[in-house]
């Protein structure tokens, strides 16, 4: 794990270390004819959990990288970022790997419903093989105050908005994840309000930077990732990046999110990343880098993406834009 300090905006080759040792590697699986245990192996063998490619191609998931999309800092290896989860469903706490690969991704059926012209029901693997999908690197940063950065595999969310064709009228889409306390204990906790929920505006969903993932490190995302398809909004605090998502809905009412409901001074719809408007109960200025030996660096105003969304929240008066 690199832990020496790098001057801001450059990204070197050695950076991307972990990924492409990934790809060394199954490249050397593939000639040696054996490529098919990534999708047969045990998940709780390996520490990151090799998911289900829900019969699609394992080679679709290591796609292109888009090369618009840099990073200022080192990436974080796989098992940074597999082993270090939030995703409540399977408990309140970061080691929840092991327990989310009870979840059964195949089949999954994902909705899209409420304000477009005709509902549409589609298994999650039929979606997804029908969009391009492409790699980029983002930074990652959760309200709690640590962060990560990797490549996930997805495509725009614009593309899934296009395929959705919501009505005129509508303004908001709103993602639901699955239910199913029997093996997702978390859903036992009856005073949280599930499911998980979240939603974005129109014009965040179909912001370039808003991605639906589908992988992570060149493979389908492993479950405690939120497979079989999750939302990537680099922008804003983690808790908007819904997991594990069944229903898309389009509606011209601004929905109110799971956390929200549960603490809306603390976790409100917006959510967008600002170092300068603490948390009620900790500071934003800083943050503390996954695998990064405890050490801090400087939030940055939309985590580094003014550039590309600053423009969606100009005209906004009298709106928390960001908590
Ligand atoms: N369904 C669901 N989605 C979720 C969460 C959750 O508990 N349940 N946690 C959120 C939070 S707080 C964060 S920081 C990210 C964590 O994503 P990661 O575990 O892939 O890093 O997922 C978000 N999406
Ligand atoms: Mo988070």
Redesign the pocket.
């Known amino acids: 794990m690199l832990t020496k300090s790098k001057p801001s905006w450059s990204i070197s080759e050695n950076l991307i270390t972990p990924e492409s040792a990934f790809k060394n590697r199954r490249a050397i699986l593939k000639t040696i004819g054996i490529s098919s245990i990534l999708t047969t192996i045990s998940p709780n063998v390996v520490g990151s959990a090799v998911a289900s490619t829900g019969g699609l191609n394992p080679n679709l998931f290591s796609a292109k990288r888009n090369l618009k999309y840099e990073l200022d800092r080192p990436l974080n290896t796989e098992k940074d ?1 597999t082993t ?6 399977f408990g309140s706490h970061k080691l929840i790997s092991k327990d989310a690969q009870k979840l059964q991704t195949k089949p999954w059926t994902v909705t899209i419903d409420g304000m477009v012209e005709k509902p549409i029901i589609i298994d999650a693997h039929t979606l997804i093989s029908k969009m391009q999908l492409e790699e980029r690197l983002y930074r ?1 940063r ?3 105050a640590w962060s ?1 950065a990797l490549p996930w595999t997805g495509f725009p969310m614009r593309d899934l908005v296009k395929f959705s064709r919501p009505l005129k009228k509508a303004k908001y889409v709103v993602m639901e ?1 699955f239910m199913n306390s029997a093996i997702a204990k978390g859903q036992k906790q009856f005073w949280y309000p599930w499911p ?1 929920r979240e939603g974005l505006t129109i014009g965040e969903a179909t912001n370039e930077l808003a991605l639906i993932g589908v992988g992570a490190y060149g493979k389908p995302l492993p479950k ?3 497979a079989p398809l ?1 939302l990537v909004v680099p922008w804003k ?3 908007k ?4 998502i069944v229903r898309f809905s389009f509606t011209d009412k601004r929905p109110v999110s799971f956390w929200e409901t549960v603490q809306s001074e603390e976790y409100g719809f917006w959510a967008n990343v600002n170092p300068k408007v603490p948390h009620a109960r900790w500071s934003q200025e800083t943050e503390r880098v996954l695998g990064g030996g405890g050490k801090r660096i400087k939030t940055l105003i939309y985590n580094g993406y003014e550039e590309q969304v600053a423009g969606l929240y100009r005209n906004l008066k009298g709106e928390s834009l960001y908590y």
């Open positions: 970022v270090y989860n939030n995703f409540y469903e990652f959760c309200v709690e990560m994840t998980y405690q990732m939120g999750r605090y983690g808790f990046s819904i997991k594990s």
